[in-house]
């Protein structure tokens, strides 16, 4: 049953693109696609010791998150 369960969320992944500052400093942004309905959402996974209020690192994520968005055909989040 895992390793099902695996399989299903790796098929989920459109995109993805690591983000790596150095020690400590890393997350993950994602562009999944819903299996059913085929919608594309974004989700951010933050590394086990990255702060989301290193500045730095946001705006890293911010920038990788916005190019994944424009490579599927999302428009930009705000804020």
């Not at 400093?25 to 590394?47: D, Y």
């Amino acid at each position: 049953m895992p390793e099902a369960f695996r399989e299903r969320v790796q098929a989920s992944v459109v995109l993805t693109r690591q983000v790596d500052l150095g020690s400590r400093r890393s997350a993950r942004v994602v562009i999944r696609k819903e299996l059913r309905s085929r919608e594309l959402s974004e989700q951010v996974l933050w590394g086990a010791a990255a702060r989301q209020d290193d500045a730095e690192l946001c705006a890293a994520v911010a920038a990788a998150s916005l190019e994944l968005r424009d490579q599927v055909g999302l428009p930009p989040t705000l804020g």
